[in-house]
């Protein structure tokens, strides 16, 4: 009895490290310097570096929320490519723009730093992080196209990401400062949050399962919001 | 002191936990009744739900290897498609073909059943399920080339996979399995294996950071074995 009680104690606390591992938890620094990241994001960047981005592509650039799509099949278009990698945050993002930029792309839809809520008491690093990434990009492929989207409303009602719980008010702080850095920076800011959030401000559970991903339907709202800017 | 060895203890076994859940632990049936999935399944196969095939379409129809690959961009086509979930069975694949056949692709190429491997203690049951998964499309689309690939090895030296351990005979019963369905099906199979795997039959480290799933180099390997069949 004591053994079967210690078993569904360790599965407990297992499977709660387990739902925070899915969100946040793969990279080790947060901070500006060198990530340590999990097995995919070495998966996916190798693969990108084999995979030449072109000066006609448009490019989507982010995490699992990108990652989950099928970009290509969304727009019609060959030339949109996933640059995608589930689990990834910030850091992760500076570490393999240069494969993307390397190619100097038309356009670049950046959608990203949910990941690294979790890690953050306030948005301030998030913001320095984007800021830096965007600074990369012009710098590099100076007449790439930018689009910062803003994060998507989250849904802690599903109680899968504990990393993100409370973390509401991050999310829209995020949002406001991703909005000033696109001004600052002259680029374009597209706003996804009031059009997946519900009467109260949350992920609607009609475009989500878990409270961060999207479901199909989710994908084709974010096809029609997009479609002017990738066309 | 105590409090912290307890955490350390708590930890080994959650990180355990996570490896296994990583390969194979995802389905809760793995015979050929209704399977319980995780949320990204559902995620993905509503994707597909809205991203119709169409009959001069590629498909790549598989799990985590398919998923984590960019198949358009690896062949330069846009018609080719990723059709993969991270963490499906065959159980999961016969359940979501059906939005495969409904376009009657061109092709279809299988890569699959290593999620099953940990349930089972012999391949029959693998084998029957793709038997099946094959029938099914055969019933569907006539018309459809299939091509159905071999496992490939797998390397436990990355201790990754707890549910795969031990099981490299299995990963061959299953390939000598498919060779057979294949001729009784008058499908082609394309044998992956040899072109992996090192001098002990394993995955080797030039294609794999895990022992399961393949890095650019490992798709670019691919390629070339895949491209007479693709064209």
Not at 45 to 65: A, E, N
Not at 75 to 104: M, Q, T, W
Not at 118 to 134: E, G, K, Q, V, Y
């Amino acid at each position: 009895m004591l053994t079967r009680n210690l078993i569904l104690a360790i599965a407990v606390v297992a499977s709660s490290l387990i739902a925070q591992s899915a969100v946040g938890q793969k990279h080790q620094t947060g901070a500006l310097g060198k990530a340590e990241h999990n097995v995919y994001y070495y998966q996916r960047s190798t693969l990108f570096k084999v995979l030449p981005v072109k000066s006609s592509d448009i490019v989507f650039f982010g995490d699992s929320q990108t990652d989950g799509c099928e970009w290509n099949e969304l727009f019609s278009n060959p030339c949109c490519k996933n640059r995608g990698v589930n689990g990834d945050g910030l850091a992760g993002y500076i570490e393999r723009i240069e494969s993307v930029v390397a190619g100097h792309p038309r356009k670049i839809f950046i959608l990203g730093g949910v990941n690294d809520i979790p890690h953050f008491a306030s948005a301030d690093t998030i913001l320095a992080n984007m800021d830096r990434l965007i600074s990369i990009i012009k710098m590099k492929s100076p007449r790439t196209k930018i689009y910062l989207e803003s994060l998507l409303p989250i849904n802690n009602d599903f109680h899968k990401y504990k990393g993100l719980i409370g973390k509401e008010d991050m999310v829209l702080a995020v949002n406001r400062g991703y909005a000033k850095i696109a001004e600052r920076q002259h680029v374009t800011f597209i706003n996804l949050f009031p059009h997946f959030a519900d009467a109260e401000g949350k992920l609607s559970k009609a475009y989500t399962n878990d409270g961060l991903h999207l479901l199909g339907d989710g994908y084709i709202l974010l096809r029609g919001i997009l479609k002017p800017y990738v066309k």
